[in-house]
């Protein structure tokens, strides 16, 4: 009744998500002490007590993508009809772990002040009756002076030491990916220096033309720490699997994740 983790979705029930979602959910309730799944009804309702709650997870997956403070805002209007208590929860000192497209949320419960419309300029999706097979490990970089972050450490690693290595030969994957394009060409954002000033979080990482996939909201004037991964590669559930799958890389997923909540709930 008083849980130290919360997952949140859309759904009454844990087995009401959908297998992206469940699978994570699943995991974290085998692997975080204390944890719980909760509605976004729930939170509103207030049947949900969090006063010793730590870290709220949301992992928000949705065939065919979300692209732009628009579309989120319309396609999460569940949770944004809850975002006072989030608000509320972040202003008294609790984390939030925010993966997919669920990485829209910092805009609207104030992380980057009263700038609504800080969301991930970049995004887009599958669906996972027809999710792309991998050919090889998907990975993204990790962004320059950030190797000793704690999201990062005990990887299982590649040949290049910057990467983060995400998947396997075989894996079907959506690449849902909500991130920032960076550069004078189109976005808004003409360097991360720019992008740090108006978001007010630090890039952890990267993907292969630059893009920020991964970054944090540190902690601040009593506000808790937030962190995001926007990734196409952090995934969670493979429809099949292609012929002779062995897993190695994508236990890294759930690694980065176990990483995320030891540092959140510190």
Excluded at 106 to 125: K, L, M, Q, R, V
Excluded at 218 to 224: D, E, R, S, Y
Aim: charged content about 20%; overall charge negative.
């Amino acid at each position: 009744s008083k849980p130290q983790a919360l997952f949140v979705g859309f759904a009454a029930t844990m087995n009401d998500l959908d297998p992206e979602e469940k699978t994570a959910c699943e995991w974290m309730l085998a692997n975080v002490p204390g944890s719980l799944y909760a509605s976004f009804a729930d939170l509103r309702a207030g049947t949900i007590d969090l006063g010793q709650c730590k870290v709220i997870w949301w992992h928000y997956h949705e065939n065919g993508g979300v692209d732009g403070h628009d579309i989120f805002a319309a396609k999460a209007a569940d949770a944004l009809e809850s975002k006072n208590v989030l608000r509320q929860f972040y202003e008294n000192g609790g984390n939030l772990f925010l993966t997919r497209y669920a990485v829209n949320l910092p805009s609207f419960i104030g992380a980057t002040g009263d700038d609504e419309w800080t969301t991930p300029n970049n995004c887009w999706g599958g669906d996972e009756s027809n999710a792309e097979e991998c050919s090889g490990p998907w990975t993204f970089r990790i962004y320059g002076g950030e190797e000793n972050h704690p999201l990062w450490q005990n990887l299982i690693k590649g040949d290049n030491p910057q990467e983060i290595y995400c998947t396997d030969k075989g894996y079907h994957i959506t690449n849902s990916t909500a991130q920032y394009h960076i550069g004078s060409d189109w976005g808004g954002y003409n360097d991360y220096k720019v992008w740090t000033s108006r978001t007010g979080a630090n890039v952890l990482g990267v993907g292969g033309d630059g893009a920020i996939v991964a970054w944090e909201y540190p902690a601040h004037a009593g506000k808790g720490d937030i962190i995001c991964i926007g990734s196409g590669c952090y995934d969670w559930y493979s429809n099949s699997f292609g012929a002779g799958y062995t897993e190695k890389f994508h236990k890294n997923i759930a690694t980065i994740t176990q990483n995320a909540f030891n540092y959140l709930m510190k």
